[in-house]
């Protein structure tokens, strides 16, 4: 019998079971550390609802919103049959119209949930195509270099800028990355739309979780 790829054994797993486990508040809601996580990062609007849904390949696993800065907890989500890893969908950050005490709580969730969870194995930092490496960017980027969580760098929306464009970005990117102590040096670019990168990124988050 052929041996799978990565890819394929990413495929495979992602269409069997994947759930909804809880959505934390605060650190006391956090689902005991029984298996591996991968969680998800990024500013508001930058499509990682939609990029969840892609990898799991769900419409609505995790909620798409249009209004900024809508998830402000920690959403679990359990893969395999019985669970091999959890996926955790963080509070977007960088939303400018928040109360100042939303943004706090935010932080300290956050930080709080980083630097202490052991079970935690990578974060994906999600950066918007059309816009590259912003200051909120780089905000999140110190607090997971302060934290030793190891991160990879995802490019989200590839496919809504020019071929030339894309490669600057990536470039400028790459160049950024290096600066950083936890970040994984290689870049992924994706588009949610298209499935462009998705399979690649699919067998990442298995290598990362360790199954």
């Given at each position: 019998?052929d041996?799978?790829?990565?890819?394929?054994?990413?495929?495979r797993?992602f269409?069997?079971?994947v759930?909804?486990?809880r959505?934390a508040?605060s650190l006391q809601?956090l689902?005991d550390p029984?298996?591996p996580e991968?969680a998800?990062a990024g500013?508001?609007n930058?499509?990682?609802?939609s990029?969840l849904n892609a990898?799991t390949?769900?419409r609505?696993?995790a909620r798409?919103?249009?209004?900024?800065?809508?998830?402000?907890?920690l959403n679990?989500?359990e893969?395999?049959s019985p669970t091999?890893?959890?996926?955790v969908?963080m509070?977007?950050?960088g939303f400018?119209?928040?109360?100042?005490?939303?943004?706090?709580?935010w932080r300290?969730?956050?930080?709080?949930y980083?630097?202490?969870?052991?079970?935690?194995?990578?974060?994906?930092?999600?950066?918007?195509?059309?816009?590259?490496?912003?200051p909120?960017?780089?905000?999140?980027?110190?607090m997971?270099d302060?934290?030793a969580?190891?991160?990879r760098l995802?490019?989200?929306?590839?496919?809504k800028?020019?071929?030339?464009?894309?490669?600057a970005v990536i470039?400028?990117?790459?160049a950024?990355?290096?600066k950083?102590s936890a970040a994984f040096?290689?870049?992924?670019?994706?588009s949610?739309?298209?499935?462009?990168?998705?399979?690649?990124?699919?067998?990442?988050?298995?290598?990362?979780a360790?199954v």
């Open positions: 019998m041996e799978q790829s990565p890819e394929q054994r990413a495929q797993l269409s069997g079971r759930e909804f486990l959505s508040p809601f689902p029984e298996v991968i998800f500013r508001s930058v499509g990682k609802s990029l990898l390949g769900r609505a696993i798409t919103s249009v209004t900024p800065g809508r998830t402000q907890e679990f989500f893969v395999g091999l890893f959890r996926l969908d509070p977007g950050y400018a119209k928040a109360p100042l005490k939303v943004v706090e709580n300290r969730l956050v930080r709080d980083l630097r202490g969870r052991v079970v935690l194995k990578r974060t994906l930092v999600l950066i918007d195509s059309r816009h590259g490496v912003k909120v960017d780089l905000e999140m980027m110190k997971l302060e934290a969580v190891g991160y995802v490019l989200t929306k590839a496919d800028i020019k071929a030339s464009e894309l490669e470039a400028a990117t790459q950024e990355a290096r950083h040096p290689v870049i992924h670019v994706t949610s739309e298209k499935g462009m990168g998705i399979e690649e990124l699919r067998a990442a988050v298995l290598e990362d360790g």
